[in-house]
């Protein structure tokens, strides 16, 4: 049964060029695809995307026909084998390019010299072409020329690494979460691809735009970053157990059962009461020591233990449900998997099946973070390596003869 009404695709009619590997600017495509963007994915002849060959993540062995770092950043696109290196790929992609409204790469300059898609070569094709790269440390600079991936760029280089590893610990906390930067920064690009059309729109002017993992991640840390350019001091992640906290409501506390609820009750006024009777303490409401912010904050130390001891007394489960009806901020402390069974996650629409390649269960990516009219994402799987090459060609007015005499050159796929 089809639908009365189709799902708004803000994108629609939005053609994205796609000349890019990994996850970082391929996530950016992803958003686009799902925001109803045409989005063409060059791939090499061979090889594919070389993250397709990637079949360990953290230790985990992966499915390459279930590749969570495939769909993740590719749900949605279409797919054209074109080897860049040659006149006649080359062709090809100026010939698509043509069609397209963005051109979206992060191959280094070296590279887009090289194959003949940097911006003048891509321009030479479309003058109204907007221009979009993503690069480890920027565009301009030293370092233009210089390589990284998040876990470099966004984690380590960035001060993020720092910042969230205890002091205690006595070294550095590897990134836990693969392509952490990546998907930020790839809504970032996203959002300024947004950005370039309406101004496109306005005045007919064609922008080039540049995002960085550096600087993704300065902004996703800028309340700090700000504060130790201030100040030349800046807040670091404690170890469990320890809290510089002055207010008792603003910390993490085990379970019965090992888990953790983090209670964060910024601003205490108008809540100490309903939060004691909540935490199975209703007497504290009336202790001079806690009754209200000033003698709480004095007391804290105090406090932070009978909170602990109450919260200990009892499972995660009991208090995940319990506090529900609490007026104060808290949230249980979760696992990435935990969110998938989440029901606030879900009632939101943030998880959506895809058709899976190998045809088995469906594959669950997850949505991108703006939803419209609260609308569902409906999108497709990736694609497999080149899947699309004939059918975009075709689209574009290009002969079964030429497209047989590209596929024998190795041009194309």
Not at 388 to 405: F, K, N, P, S, Y
Request: some cysteine.
């Amino acid at each position: 049964m089809g639908r009365e009404v189709d799902l708004i695709k803000v994108m629609e009619g939005v053609r994205v060029l796609e000349v890019a590997q990994f996850t970082f600017v391929p996530a950016a495509g992803a958003i686009l695809a799902d925001w109803g963007a045409d989005v063409i994915k060059v791939e090499h002849p061979v090889r594919g995307d070389t993250q397709r060959g990637f079949i360990n993540m953290g230790g985990f062995q992966l499915d390459p026909n279930r590749h969570p770092l495939i769909e993740h950043p590719n749900r949605g696109k279409r797919s054209v084998g074109i080897d860049v290196s040659t006149p006649g790929g080359q062709e090809v992609l100026y010939e698509i390019a043509k069609t397209a409204d963005v051109f979206l790469t992060n191959y280094m300059p070296a590279q887009r010299q090289k194959n003949k898609f940097d911006i003048e070569h891509i321009r030479a094709a479309n003058p109204n072409i907007i221009y979009a790269r993503g690069s480890a440390y920027g565009d301009k600079g030293v370092e233009r020329d210089t390589g990284g991936f998040d876990g470099t760029a966004f984690w380590t280089r960035s001060g993020v690494g720092h910042a969230l590893t205890p002091e205690e610990i006595g070294g550095a906390l590897p990134q836990g979460i693969p392509a952490f930067g990546d998907s930020i920064g790839g809504m970032n690009i996203a959002g300024g691809i947004s950005a370039a059309l309406f101004h496109r729109e306005r005045t007919g002017e064609a922008v080039e735009l540049d995002v960085s993992l550096l600087s993704t991640a300065w902004w996703a840390a800028g309340a700090s970053v700000t504060q130790g350019m201030e100040t030349g001091e800046t807040m670091r992640s404690l170890m469990p157990g320890t809290t510089a906290s002055v207010n008792p409501f603003m910390a993490n506390y085990l379970t019965s059962d090992g888990g953790t609820i983090n209670l964060c009750i910024v601003s205490p006024t108008g809540y100490i009461r309903d939060a004691f009777e909540h935490l199975g303490l209703p007497e504290l409401a009336d202790d001079p020591r806690f009754c209200d912010v000033m003698p709480l904050i004095q007391n804290a130390e105090a406090g932070v233990q009978l909170i602990a001891e109450a919260i200990r007394s009892k499972p995660f489960a009991y208090w995940r449900e319990h506090l529900k009806t609490m007026k104060g901020q808290w949230a249980p402390f979760q696992s990435l998997i935990d969110l998938a069974s989440d029901e606030q996650a879900i009632a939101n629409d943030m998880i959506v099946e895809v058709e899976a390649s190998d045809g088995g269960a469906p594959f669950k990516v997850v949505r991108g973070p703006v939803q419209f009219n609260h609308e569902p994402l409906e999108t497709t799987r990736a694609p497999q390596a080149s899947e699309h090459t004939e059918i975009v060609l075709m689209e574009l007015g290009l002969d079964w003869d030429r497209i047989e005499a590209l596929k024998d050159s190795g041009a194309i796929a």
